[in-house]
């Protein structure tokens, strides 16, 4: 189907490990983002990517790793886990600048 | 700097009866304004967005706002509540001065009470 899709939907995962949150959009849009949602917090932005090679760090961008080596796909990687990376992850995208984010269902990630 | 408040964490209103969540913001001359609604589970859905054409937005499911430049605020209405309409909502602010960033309201809780 046609759309913004993230995976894994869940997953639980120790301290230290390496995790990699997955997003794949269908609609060639140049803009992508990563939000983590926190209680009392909102959304907050931790990477984003204007095209295909040019990513830039957000609000909260320690901890985690991007790359963007295709339009369509913008992978998340946590190098090494931490308890206060538990969160939920959206992945959105959006076609224009300044216009609509289009939110993926998002990644609940629990840290032991 | 931008900056987005959410003026109530949560809001009960009867089924049936108006909607107020109220937004101020925080931006440089030409802000665009959104409003996202979350429910449980789910991603963010755009309810509707002001980009400097006319301040009364209409968006969908019923639901308007008015950027009120004066008043920094783009409150979110509805005139008549529905049981659908329990959710999370987001306002957002981005604005040309800070490149494509988007900024988000920490959230207001509606519940709506049959």
């Known amino acids: 189907d046609a759309g913004i899709t993230q995976s894994p939907r869940y997953k639980i995962t120790e301290t230290g490990r390496q995790v990699t949150l997955m997003c794949h959009q269908t609609?060639?849009?140049?803009?992508m983002f990563w939000y983590r949602q926190d209680l009392g917090h909102g959304l907050r932005l931790i990477y984003y990517?204007?095209?295909?090679?040019?990513?830039d760090k957000g609000e909260v961008p320690d901890g985690y790793v991007v790359s963007r080596s295709k339009t369509e796909n913008f992978p998340l990687t946590l190098e090494s886990a931490t308890r206060s990376q538990t969160s939920v992850y959206f992945c959105?995208?959006?076609?224009?600048?300044?216009?609509?984010?289009?939110f993926g269902e998002g990644s609940r990630l629990t840290v032991l | 700097a931008q900056s987005v408040t959410q003026l109530d964490s949560h809001v009960s209103v009867s089924e049936g009866t108006p909607v107020l969540l109220r937004c101020n913001y925080s931006?440089?001359?030409?802000?665009?304004l959104f409003w996202y609604v979350q429910h449980p589970n789910k991603g963010l859905q755009l309810l509707l967005k002001?980009?400097?054409?006319?301040?009364l937005v209409k968006g969908i499911n019923g639901f308007e706002a008015e950027f009120k430049k004066s008043e920094t605020s783009f409150h979110l209405t509805k005139p008549s509540a529905h049981m659908s309409d329990a959710a999370e909502y987001f306002c957002?602010?981005?604005?040309?001065?800070?490149?494509?960033?988007?900024?988000f309201g920490t959230g207001t809780s509606l519940t709506v009470i049959p």
């Open positions: 957002v602010v981005s604005d040309r001065d800070t490149g494509n960033q988007f900024y």
């Open positions: 002001y980009t400097s054409a006319a301040t």
């Open positions: 931006s440089s001359y030409s802000p665009s």
């Open positions: 959105a995208s959006s076609g224009t600048t300044y216009g609509e984010l289009f």
């Open positions: 990517s204007a095209a295909a090679d040019i990513t």
């Open positions: 609609w060639s849009h140049s803009y």
